[in-house]
């Protein structure tokens, strides 16, 4: 499939943007738990005092979403409590520090910061956190590679693993399910020919292997009372009547009780990355692909590229799984977005939880 045929599957902006007017209505939203690292025979991230200008580092972990990134704080800083589902909306973190360095002077006047880091120790290897606040679809690529070319030059990591929300491409992939990969392709504008890039990184499962690894993860609590209720909502909003048979095609929107890990590293099935939100649907289109993102190919073009030679690795959980493919492309989308808008702070969790075990097992 080129990008032109994948570009069908795009929704139309307005829905995307009806979508975040939504706020979702369920009553199932447990707090995160803390987290008990010696099920595995490991001890918490211990976090490091704020630093005024990035540090070196052996590993770096970044993310993307605010949502993301609460789920990111609470498996590498705050394990030793809960944390409530409305922390998916605080969007800043105690600790955190603005990365202004080596800033372009040919910037976007609302873009002035590459993004947020704080550093942690993991099993004796240091660990800078980051939050993005550069993306595909906005400062843009160019930006986006000078970003992980900052990051590369500045930190000297050894690894750099992204982690984050995603949409399914996988047909047989629920809601919560996490694939790990080393390969990224990224698909370009106007036609042009798709691109994959390959790192050395292979992960290391001992952790994730463990039988007490699975009583760490968090099943995703969908319900199905909750998803007529957002059904209810969506066609609301968008002046439809869908069933929700029709939104939720084969329950892969019911979290499975343990949610799946897939290390696809071995077997070098790549993501899809596109610099737009594009749907995986039910007619299998893009089932060759772990996933499908915005941001991955680009860093791994840099990783691998221009004389650097840095591991790269993606850990991304899927926020909402293939759509029927029977419907819209509007539909789709919107349905997609709003599943991500209401369970990706919980999908975030498990990601950040088997990024932190494979930076243990490294």
Known sequence: MNFFEARRLVPDQ????????IEPQITNKPALPAIDYSLVGQQAPVVQPPLNTLPRADVIIITWADAEWAALEHVFCQGDTSMPYSARLKGNWDGWVKDTQ????QTDATWDHWGSYRQVEVATRSVLLYKSNTHLDWPGQSLLEAFA??????????LILSIGTAG???????????????????YKKNNGASTTYTSSWQALDPILDQTTF???LFPIPTTEADLQTLQQQFNAAKGTHYSLAELNVDNLDLGAPVPAISDLTRKDISLLTTPSFVVGTTDGAFASYACIEMDDAVLEKICTSNGNSVNFGSIRNISDPVQ???????VQGGWG?????TYGFYTSYNGALAAWALVCAS
């Open 168 to 186: 399914g491409a996988r047909v047989n992939d629920a809601i919560g399910t996490v694939v790990v990969t080393r390969a990224s392709t990224l």
């Open 102 to 105: 080596n800033l372009p002077s």
């Open 214 to 216: 699975a009583e760490l």
């Open 14 to 21: 307005a829905t995307l943007t009806l979508v975040k007017e």
């Open 337 to 341: 977005s709003l599943l991500y808008k």
């Open 324 to 330: 029927n493919a029977a419907l819209s492309a509007s």
């Open 149 to 158: 070319e900052h990051l590369i030059s500045t930190v000297q990591p050894g």
